[in-house]
């Protein structure tokens, strides 16, 4: 009976590959069943509609003899999805990449289930890099979701027209579809700082609000300090400085200098963040 034992636990030894453990697929399915991630793509989804109903609900003022923003959203499907984009990208969508990150780690530590995946046994750096992927996958279509979504809504509701820039540029309608959904990537890249934190403040800590929270708070205090014009250079190297800079798409000439810098910045942060993250998570004494 004895060496029938070990021979089972032989069996078993040469089947277990941790790099089995916790497949994309398992995990995918895992948050997308969570009523979060639902309510995260309904929100994401709905937003371009409520924004069509505000516009028609609204009175029309006394004209002006110049265009505002909200003027210019209602002439083509294109200038409204860029007007989504700009409502948007500095807290909702910085809200939905950190609620996919922050509450990766976090959420299995407040339902005492993360011991009980890394008993499975899965890895720790493996578990931390399938949450990451699944998350990161998340927060793509997402942001991608909300464009695509706003150019079916506005060309319903405001026909497939030019997109006009706030500069008096045109671009035909198919051309500013294109750069729109380009704006959204950047959005997705020029986010990643978030994510990086979100993740490490999500290894950090068992309580997913504050992850998620700390995130957006560190966002929110970023843009605050970015208004500043005291600090001059220093506004430079603030992770927020370049969010904004996907407006360089809807010139007829793309300006691809803001982004860039962007982009580095954006990878920079989220790279030490990740790092952190990584060191942290090895480290930490899993006891819920």
Do not use: C
Not at 236 to 265: K, V
């Amino acid at each position: 009976m004895g060496k029938v034992g070990l021979l089972a636990d032989d069996v078993s030894a040469a089947e277990y590959r941790p790099g089995r453990t916790l497949p994309l697929r398992v995990e995918l399915r895992r948050q997308l069943l969570r009523r979060r991630t639902q309510v995260a793509f309904a929100l994401v989804a709905l937003l371009p509609v409520i924004l069509w109903v505000a516009f028609e609900l609204a009175a029309n003022g006394p004209p002006t003899g110049s265009f505002n923003l909200v003027d210019l959203a209602k002439g083509s499907g294109g200038n409204f999805a860029v007007f989504a984009l700009f409502a948007s990208s500095s807290f909702l969508l910085v809200v939905v990449v950190a609620l996919f990150f922050g509450d990766t780690v976090a959420a299995e530590a407040s339902w005492s289930s993360l011991r009980y995946l890394l008993a499975a046994p899965i890895p720790r750096a493996r578990l931390l890099r399938q949450k990451a992927v699944v998350a990161a996958a998340l927060s793509v279509a997402a942001l991608v979701a909300l464009p695509v979504v706003s150019l079916i809504v506005g060309s319903l509701a405001y026909g497939s027209g030019d997109l006009v820039s706030p500069t008096g540029e045109s671009l035909t309608f198919w051309t500013g579809a294109g750069r729109v959904l380009i704006a959204a990537l950047y959005i997705a890249v020029q986010l990643s700082w978030v994510a990086g934190l979100a993740l490490l403040l999500s290894v950090s800590t068992d309580a997913p609000l504050g992850a998620v929270g700390g995130a957006v708070m560190v966002s929110i205090i970023s843009q605050i300090l970015d208004q500043i014009t005291a600090l001059e250079g220093l506004r430079n190297y603030l992770p927020t400085h370049y969010d904004s800079a996907w407006a360089g798409l809807l010139g007829e000439q793309i300006d691809w200098g803001d982004m860039t810098r962007g982009a580095f910045s954006a990878v920079t942060y989220a790279a030490v963040f990740g790092v952190l993250a990584v060191w942290r998570f090895r480290r930490k004494d899993v006891t819920s």
